[in-house]
């Protein structure tokens, strides 16, 4: 079973869904993306998917209000 674990990043708690170990550099690299893209804003707010890559792993990344699902893939 997947579950939501909270993670803390620049004072906001986002629930961080994914089956795959990820690294606590590789989850700040995913999440300033996301915050760079306005993926929280709520006037913003959509379901798309994100791919986003840091170092040799692939992400593709759903972000659902502060719930944040993750899917890994390696290069």
Known sequence: MIEKIPFLHRNTIYNIISKDDIT???LHHILD???QRNTFDISEMDAD???I???QV???VCA???DV???T???
Do not use: E
């Open 24 to 26: 606590f550099d590789a």
């Open 49 to 51: 998917l994100h791919t």
């Open 58 to 60: 692939v992400y593709t």
């Open 69 to 71: 699902m993750i899917h």
């Open 64 to 66: 659902d209000g502060l």
């Open 33 to 35: 993306d996301l915050l």
């Open 73 to 75: 893939k390696m290069l």
């Open 53 to 55: 890559r840091y170092k």
